[in-house]
């Protein structure tokens, strides 16, 4: 539960979502739900905030958004 308290909390919540919506899906419908579900986090404040912490080899400050 600590190491998924630590990481960057959109992707947490889209996979859970992935998982939970996408059991009863097919192929082709859980990879549309996968891709929509990236578009969502690789919009995000946060993943912009990893991105260039990445960069600049610091720690990203993560906010959920």
Partial sequence: AQKLCELPPLAVRASKEAMIRGTGMNLEDGLILESRL?????????????RDAWLEKRK???KGR
């Fill in 38 to 50: 990236m578009d969502v986090v690789v919009a995000s404040e946060d993943h912009k905030e990893a």
């Fill in 60 to 62: 990203p400050t993560l």
